[in-house]
Structures are given as C-alpha cells and as structure tokens.
C-alpha cells in the first residue's frame, strides 16, 4: 500500500504565495496567519499541522474563498480565488455541515442538483455510486439527525467527493469523533484516496493523524501563524506507527512545534 | 497492563474470569412489537382526546349542579345550539365570513413580513429597523389601533384586516429573523461552498434551517389573528350586514341567549383546535418533526 501512495511529479495545482489573513472579532483585528508559502500539487495529501491559533483552519477558509488574503496570492490551477466555489469542496469538522432537512441521498445529490454540472441521471448515479463507496447504502434514505457522527462524517465525504473537486479541503473532520472512529475513517479516507487519487488539504493539530494521513506535512508555528517547515511523510500509515521512522518524525515535528523537550510519549514510541 | 492482578493490602483478590453467556430466550424477542394497548397509550390523539372527553364531563355536571342556563349552560344544551345553527346554516356562514376576511389579512401579513424579514437580513441597517419596529408595535395590542382603522378605513373589512395585519406581521417577521441569525455558521458555509447566492441562498438554505423558528411564528401570528378578528368583531361586527363568527356572540348575548354565546366560543375554540393540531401539527410532522430539529 505504501508504495501505491507514490506521489507523482507534477506541477503546483494550488499555490498559496505571501499570505497573510486577518480577521476581525468585536474588539480585535487578529491576523491568523503571516506571509505563508506553500504548494499542494495533484494527488497530494497535503496536511497543514499546528497547534491551536496557528491560523491553519483561516488558511482553509482563505483557500475556500470564504476569506480574501490581506496580501499575497492564493491561486488555483493558475486562477486567483475570489470566491467560494464547487472546485473546492470543504468539509468541516462539525457535524452540522449537512442538511437536517435532506436524507443521506438527498445530502449528497444537493451540491451536483445546484452546480449543474451533471445531468440529472448521471447525478443521481454518481451519488449512489459514492454512497455505496462510503459504505452507506443502508442508510441511503435516512435523515441525518439519525446517523451517528462517523456516519455523519462520511456522509459530508461523500458529498464533496461526488463532485469531483479539484481539490478536497478538510478541516480537522475526525477531530469530533471517538478514537475508534477516528482510526476506521482515517483508514477509509486512505483507502478511498488509493482508489481515486483525488488532491486533499488537510487541516490537523495532531501529530500522529498528520503522519498517517500525509503525503507532506505543512508545519506552522503559533501567534501569527508562519511557516516553520514542510516535511515528507509519505509511506508512514497505521502500520508503521510503531516503527522507528515514525517516532524519529514524531520527535522532529514536536522539536519543531515545541522547541527542544520532546515528550514522553515520542520517546516510547521509539523504544517500542 | 499488568498481567498479575494488582492487590493492595487488606482487600481481597480480585480474580479474572469468562463464563459462558447466560441464556436470553426467556425475555422474548430482543426488538418486541408494542401491544395495541401500549400504542394506544402513546397515541397524541388519544391523549388529546382524554383530556376533552375529561373536561367535557367536568363542564357538564358542574352545569347541572348549577343548574342555571342563563349563567352556565351545560354541554348538552350547548351542543344542541351547536347543531342547530350548523345545520340552519346561520353559524357556518358566520365562521367562513371570519375565515375568509382572516385569510386575507394573514396572508398580506405573511407578505408584509417576508418583505421586511429579507430587507432586515441584507444589511446589518436593515436587522436595526426591523428589531426597532418589533419593539415598538409587537407589544401594541391589535384592538388598540381599531378605532384608528375605523377612522382610516371605515366600518367594514379592510379595518379588520389592518389589524390582523398587525397582529400576524410582528410575531412572524420576528420569529423570522430570530431564525435565519441562528442558522449555524458551518450551514452557511457549506451552502456558500457549492456557489449559492442571494434568493437561492435564503430559499435553499436559509429557510430550511430556520424553519422551526419560522414555523413557531406561523403559528404565534395564526393565534394572534384569530383572537384580534374575533374581538374587533365584537366590537364593530353591527353594522357590517354578513357579521362573522364575533357577531354571532354579540347577537347571542343581546338576546341574553347564553347557550348561543356558548355555541359561538365552541365554534371559535373548535377552529383554533382544528388549526393547531391538524394543519400545523400536519406541517410539523412533515418537516422539522421528520428532520430531527424538533422533538
């Protein structure tokens, strides 16, 4: 499986040049992140990966367009973002994202039914076709209010992935869910991507999930968000968590995030 | 992790064990179809219809007790008066000259109130009129401006639907508003995300998500309405010559014929029922019942 995952040389599809966002509270302007430079080319899984206030989710949102840069550039198959749009689908990291109103089917067919982009038929067999693909067959005609959160979240993948977006912007989407959970639907987002090869952004503030989830991992440094390096984790999955590569990338992206004490945890990760 | 079990001194060993799984056939099916009796229990209609048939002996003993029909008629006497004028006609021609004219008038509040709801959420201007609006005549009793509507409009129906107007336009465009500012903040994006805008975005996703509180409106305005009309009839239904259902009861008690009065309060409280727990508990069960927003 990991050799599967080779990443193949291609040139940027999303290219984020000088970017800085800022946001306003009542009292504050708070400026999320500062001059950031990154590019996420095809069939990537990019994570972007740092502690809280780094500004990684306003740096999603600037990609979604829900939030123009205050400098720099943020370009999409050499076009500047200027507004939301179905070339880049997001899912969040609530579970509120889909609509109570809509089933399952509905949920999913809702983005393809407004974009226009395929005709009704074929929009109907793509969303059934995900659907199964997500394992969610079932439950096709359920209302979201009686799916549990996992199911919620597959629900939300399914949508964006019907669409056939450029690229697939996550923001922290298993964060909410218990860590059984979160283990199937990492493993599931990685045998799907096996399968489609689509280009993900992924927004995580844990170590292990960016690891496992990663082809490149975007590290960013707090207060405001900078970059602090990019590293290669490809290859590293479930499996190899015990492995010593993983604790030495562990080690080093918590060297980074933290400065020179590493934890505890890291340690016995290498020893195991 | 420890593979010994831990013991601490003074305290018993605490031994592992597996046994065998007990056997479960004696309870029955796992998942067990409720009896006939059980579901009828928790049938709302059923419940509903407990509680009249509760208050309907309650009203008729005490009235016999009373025994005095031009106080207190009771319910037999009361449903005979009932019947009589549905079947000479006089009641139901009273009830549909009150529902037509309340039609009218909860509809242009409807309107009224989409209108300004639409104007309020495009700019944060528009939230100020609006909410300064509401608190100035949501607490402005209907019946209160009638002489004014007497004065502007006449004696007739355009009076009474100024104030029903009144009184369906503030509760709804408030409900409204309350709404579509509660509609969570991923919802909006997650709309925003496929490319929506403007109308498309109120109707597909905005609406929608409000609607419980939309509907809690709906609601509120509909009871608003029916108790302005009723009453502004009371006052002024004289002289129109096809009196609605306020007239009737006007009529009834010039002619110090309780039992009538009775019968028309039956009819307005029967409407109200019929509204409420058909039509909209109808539209409840069809959406936010079905859609997990409301229990």
């Not at chain 2, 509760?54 to 019947?83: C, D, K, Q």
């Not at chain 2, 500012?181 to 709309?191: A, F, K, N």
């Not at chain 2, 307005?268 to 019929?274: E, Q, Y």
Request: charged share 20%.
């Amino acid at each position: 499986m990991a050799d599967a995952r080779h990443r193949p040389m291609t040139s940027a599809l999303l290219e984020v040049k000088g970017v800085t966002l800022q946001y306003k509270t009542p009292r504050h302007l708070v400026t999320a992140t500062y001059q950031i430079d990154f590019s996420v080319h095809q069939s990537d899984r990019y994570v972007i990966l740092g502690p809280s206030g780094c500004g990684k989710t306003t740096v999603l949102k600037g990609v979604g367009g829900f939030m123009p840069p205050v400098e720099g550039s943020i370009r999409i198959n050499g076009r500047a973002i200027e507004s939301p749009g179905p070339d880049r689908m997001m899912v969040f990291q609530e579970f509120e994202q889909l609509m109570p109103w809509k089933t399952v089917y509905q949920n999913v067919l809702f983005p393809m039914k407004v974009t226009k982009r395929f005709g009704a038929k074929e929009a109907s067999e793509r969303a059934n076709a995900v659907i199964e693909k997500v394992g969610l067959t079932k439950f096709r005609d359920i209302y979201p209010h009686m799916l549990s959160g996992g199911m919620k979240m597959r629900v939300a993948i399914a949508r964006a992935m019907a669409l056939e977006p450029d690229i697939l912007l996550m923001d922290e989407p298993f964060a909410a869910l218990d860590a059984l959970t979160r283990r199937t639907m990492q493993q599931e987002l990685l045998s799907l991507w096996d399968q489609l090869r689509f280009t993900v952004l992924f927004v995580t503030h844990s170590i292990e999930e960016a690891i496992i989830i990663g082809s490149r991992i975007l590290v960013l440094s707090p207060h405001p968000g900078r970059v602090r390096a990019e590293l290669d984790a490809e290859g590293l999955d479930h499996n190899s968590v015990g492995r010593p590569e993983f604790g030495i990338l562990t080690k080093r992206i918590h060297t980074l995030l933290f400065g020179e004490k590493h934890p505890l945890r890291a340690q016995q990760e290498i020893r195991a | 992790m420890n593979a010994e079990p831990s013991q601490k001194p003074g305290q018993a060993p605490r031994p592992e064990f597996e046994v065998d799984l007990i056997e479960a056939t004696a309870i029955g099916d796992v998942e067990r179809p409720l009896t006939i009796t059980e579901r009828l229990v928790n049938n709302e209609a059923v419940q509903r219809l407990t509680i009249l048939v509760t208050i309907v002996v309650i009203w008729e003993l005490y009235a016999r007790w009373l025994n005095n029909g031009l106080l207190f008629p009771s319910f037999g006497e009361t449903i005979r008066t009932f019947s009589k004028d549905i079947a000479n006609g006089v009641l139901i021609d009273r009830t549909i000259t009150s529902l037509r004219t309340l039609a009218i008038g909860y509809a242009l509040g409807l309107v009224l109130a989409a209108v300004l709801t639409t104007v309020a959420v495009a700019s944060t201007a528009g939230t100020r009129v609006l909410s300064t609006l509401t608190a100035m005549f949501n607490p402005l009793p209907a019946i209160a401006l009638l002489p004014l509507a007497l004065i502007w409009f006449g004696l007739g129906t355009p009076s009474l639907v100024f104030v029903i107007i009144h009184s369906v336009l503030w509760a709804v465009a408030l409900n409204t508003l309350i709404g579509f500012r509660g509609v969570p903040e991923t919802l909006r994006m997650s709309g925003r995300n496929v490319g929506l805008k403007g109308a498309r975005y109120v109707g597909l996703i905005l609406i929608p998500a409000a609607f419980p509180s939309i509907l809690a409106g709906l609601k509120i305005g509909w009871a608003f309405a029916w108790r302005t009309l009723v009453a502004a009839e009371l006052v002024f239904g004289v002289s129109s010559r096809s009196g609605g259902i306020g007239w009737y009861i006007f009529e009834a008690r010039n002619d110090l014929d309780t039992a009538t009065v009775f019968s028309g309060l039956l009819a307005v409280i029967f409407i109200g029922l019929v509204v409420e727990s058909v039509i909209f508990r109808a539209i409840e069960a069809r959406t936010v019942n079905l859609w997990g927003m409301q229990r």
